[in-house]
């Protein structure tokens, strides 16, 4: 409001504006640098590193991304937030699921939504090391507190018990507290037994997280491998 009440002042003189109009306009311009930094916040805080947008993400590569195509752009209007909706994304490496997960993050971010992205590995070995210095109550909530958490790549290492009890909290803690979780995975539902400890702690983690949720098949060749070029569609 300081930086600009001189020119406000000086367009409600010049435009014969009643004091009441000057004040609303010197809050709405306060309102919304304040709106601005608090996107420029939650954009830090996420992780994301870098913008990230729709129109780089192409539809056409593989059948399964055209078939997905409305279900995924329908993500973008955000209500799966309100709604307390996980997403998870299967498929294999190189087919699209972190930089579809990284772009509905970025426009999370832009909605001023309290977003934080890690890796499923990253996320675990903060949380053991917490358990070191008896921290793990206070860093647990790095992860159960944003509206929205993406986990990227679970299911490329398999968790020992620790981690998989781990998991299990955060998962559990978010559903608890209605708040969506995005994962990305390279392994089905049914082999989670693999990747976690055992076939208890899986089945638990995957129920609550396919309560309430949309889950995307990815299918296709790796796009990096493609070297990121147009390609048509393939069955």
């Not at 903060?126 to 210095?133: K, M, N």
């Not at 060749?221 to 390609?231: H, L, T």
């Given at each position: 409001?300081?930086?600009?009440?001189?020119?406000?002042?000086?367009?409600?003189?010049?435009?014969?504006?009643?004091?009441?109009?000057?004040?609303?306009?010197?809050?709405d311009?306060?309102?919304?640098?304040?709106?601005?930094?608090?996107?420029?916040?939650?954009?830090?805080?996420?992780r994301?590193q870098?913008?990230?947008?729709?129109?780089s993400?192409?539809?056409?590569?593989?059948?399964?991304?055209?078939?997905?195509?409305?279900?995924?752009?329908?993500?973008?209007?955000?209500d799966?937030?309100?709604?307390?909706?996980?997403?998870?994304?299967?498929?294999?490496?190189?087919?699209?699921?972190?930089?579809?997960?990284?772009?509905?993050?970025?426009?999370?971010?832009?909605?001023?939504?309290?977003?934080?992205?890690?890796?499923?590995?990253?996320?675990?070995?903060?949380?053991?090391?917490?358990?070191?210095?008896?921290?793990?109550?206070?860093?647990?909530?790095?992860?159960?507190?944003?509206?929205?958490?993406?986990?990227?790549?679970?299911?490329?290492l398999?968790?020992?018990?620790?981690?998989?009890?781990?998991?299990?909290?955060?998962?559990?803690?978010?559903?608890?507290?209605?708040?969506s979780t995005?994962?990305?995975t390279?392994?089905?539902?049914?082999?989670?037994?693999?990747?976690?400890?055992?076939?208890?702690?899986?089945?638990?983690?995957?129920?609550r997280?396919?309560?309430?949720?949309?889950?995307?098949?990815?299918?296709?060749?790796?796009?990096?491998?493609?070297?990121?070029?147009?390609?048509?569609?393939?069955?």
């Amino acid at each position: 409001m300081s930086r600009h009440l001189d020119q406000t002042i000086a367009d409600a003189t010049t435009n014969n504006l009643s004091f009441a109009a000057t004040l609303e306009r010197l809050a709405d311009l306060e309102l919304e640098a304040r709106r601005r930094r608090s996107i420029e916040r939650r954009v830090k805080m996420s992780r994301l590193q870098a913008s990230h947008s729709i129109d780089s993400f192409n539809f056409a590569h593989h059948k399964s991304r055209q078939q997905a195509r409305l279900r995924i752009l329908k993500l973008l209007d955000l209500d799966f937030l309100h709604k307390g909706t996980n997403l998870v994304f299967v498929g294999n490496p190189g087919v699209g699921k972190t930089m579809l997960a990284k772009i509905i993050g970025w426009r999370a971010c832009q909605a001023n939504h309290r977003v934080l992205f890690t890796t499923a590995m990253d996320m675990l070995n903060h949380l053991l090391a917490s358990q070191v210095d008896h921290s793990l109550v206070r860093k647990l909530k790095l992860y159960t507190e944003p509206t929205m958490l993406i986990c990227d790549e679970l299911g490329y290492l398999s968790l020992d018990q620790q981690n998989s009890n781990l998991f299990y909290q955060v998962i559990s803690d978010r559903h608890a507290q209605k708040r969506s979780t995005l994962i990305t995975t390279n392994t089905a539902f049914s082999d989670w037994g693999n990747i976690l400890y055992n076939t208890i702690i899986a089945t638990a983690i995957a129920d609550r997280l396919v309560e309430n949720s949309e889950v995307f098949l990815l299918s296709g060749d790796s796009f990096r491998k493609a070297g990121k070029n147009p390609s048509p569609p393939t069955e």
